[in-house]
């Protein structure tokens, strides 16, 4: 009988380990969308600026 508990126990504790590491990966995953976010705004003008300045040229050919 003392199997089972202990197989129950170690069976929850590894559970335990999946649930704190999937919280992490969430977290970690929350801020590289905030950092992507940061990124992306500060490219936008400089986008814009290349877009417009490759707009303009005459066509080659």
Do not use: C, F, H
């Amino acid at each position: 009988m003392i199997w089972i508990y202990a197989a129950v126990g170690l069976g929850v504790a590894g559970l335990a380990v999946l649930g704190v590491l999937t919280a992490r990966v969430l977290v970690a995953a929350r801020g590289l969308g905030r950092e992507l976010d940061r990124a992306r705004k500060r490219i936008e003008p400089a986008q814009a600026r290349l877009r417009a300045e490759i707009g303009n040229r005459p066509s080659e050919g």
